[in-house]
């Protein structure tokens, strides 16, 4: 069974840094394409991040690129998204979500076929 379990979020003031955690069980990445998503109140999911299992590249919304980073421990079978330079237009429930299909793309994350409870972060300004 697959199973996502985000950790990390909570409140932290503009300009702040957070890292979460998303710890996978019932897979291994090598098979899966690895993804953050968030959803704020009254509003669509949006893809953050995304990474490939092929060949680690890396994929960012623009809304995050350059304060955001994904990276993975597969020893771990964990997934980490590090947010700096946090806005209070970041404020969202974040979810970690895997694909079997390896489909990459930030536009697909929120498609993906697994996600987790999600984890929340709040930007105060």
């Known amino acids: 069974e697959v199973q996502l379990v985000e950790s990390g979020g909570g409140l932290v003031q503009a300009g702040g840094s957070l890292r979460l955690s998303c710890a996978a069980s019932g897979f291994t990445f090598d098979d899966y394409a690895i993804g953050w998503f968030r959803q704020a109140p009254g509003k669509e999911r949006e893809g953050v991040s995304c990474m490939s299992s092929s060949d680690g590249s890396t994929y960012y919304a623009d809304s995050v690129k350059g304060r955001f980073t994904i990276s993975s421990d597969n020893a771990k079978n964990t997934v980490y998204l590090q947010m700096n330079s946090l806005k209070p237009e970041d404020t969202a429930v974040y979810y970690c979500?895997?694909?079997?299909?390896?489909?990459?793309?930030?536009?697909?994350?929120?498609?993906?076929?697994?996600w987790g409870q999600g984890t929340q972060v709040t930007v105060s300004s």
């Open positions: 979500a895997a694909d079997y299909r390896l489909r990459v793309g930030v536009e697909l994350v929120p498609l993906y076929d697994y």
